[in-house]
């Protein structure tokens, strides 16, 4: 049975399983986490390393015209084609998730990525750097595809992702970079080896995940000195110990991590008021509410759009909240 095979009998073994759209959700952010990871590159010049970090720092601050205004001299220095692309997909996604211009900002992600992905490709011998960038292009296709509720697509992409991790995975370098990413898989895989056992058979040729092995992995980079490593280490723990692991304190402690060093950052401040919910702690979930939509309300740097967008997602979260507790 060749794996083209047993690609499309897993593929269609899923589809009929309708697995949770929430789930599948987690399974694809896996990879698209590593989002900055990708960027935080050994650069030719300098320069381009300030570029790129002075990029990050806006982005997580949502400072999204700041940000855009990096690209523009990204665009007049040296930096190569595959990495511009990939930092505007990011921003478009970031933009896409924080309610702006939604059909827009899925089109321009989408286009960034497939011109990323077509500039990585084209060197018949591609390094570590523009391996990790071609992973991250197709995760974040993936996760393109399951925000536009394509589950087959969103499957597809994701192997595609897989296939190149398999590349890295012996990997002599000493690098953060690939840490991160060695971090996600081998926690990611383990997981859906023992939750999803229809999964098994498609990625039966990878090295087997270890979610001790990869935590340990996500844990060194979330005290990286990297701001981009860290971050996005930092986010994903909180995704693993609120949503696959349960453990809600952990997570909290990531969360706080976050929105400290990304006070502006609101995507940061609904994970932990989420958390605050799940954890029961009403009377801090409330004083929290308040200030949060007082932020938003009082918020410079989005746009109205981006600012309902935001207070109804806290509307949804304490409505149910509320009926779960009834």
Known sequence: MTKNLILGNTISLFISSRLNRKIFSLITLFMVLTVNSNFARDVKIPDENILINCFFRNLYDFSFNAADSVIVVMHDSNMDNATIYNIKANLA???????DEIETNLKDCNLDI?????SSLSSNHPDLNSLLNIIYSYSLKARLEN???????????????????????DNPAVDEKLNLVLGLYYY???YVENKYFMLNALFFSFPRGDKTKGLMYLER????????IRTEANYFLLKIYAYTERDYSKAFINAQILTRQHPKNLVYSLEQFKLLLKMKKTQEAEVFQKEMIKEIQTAKNI???Q?????????????TSVENNN
């Open 303 to 305: 746009n109205n759009v």
């Open 221 to 228: 980079c979330s005290i990286s000195g990297d701001d981009m």
């Open 93 to 99: 996604w970031w933009k896409l998730s924080s309610g």
């Open 307 to 319: 600012k309902n967008h935001f207070i109804s997602q806290i509307g949804e979260l304490t409505k």
């Open 188 to 190: 990611f895989i383990d």
């Open 114 to 118: 497939e011109e990323s992905i077509r």
């Open 147 to 169: 925000y536009r509720g394509n589950t087959l697509k969103t499957l597809i992409n994701f192997y595609k992702s897989i296939t190149y991790i398999e590349k890295c995975i």
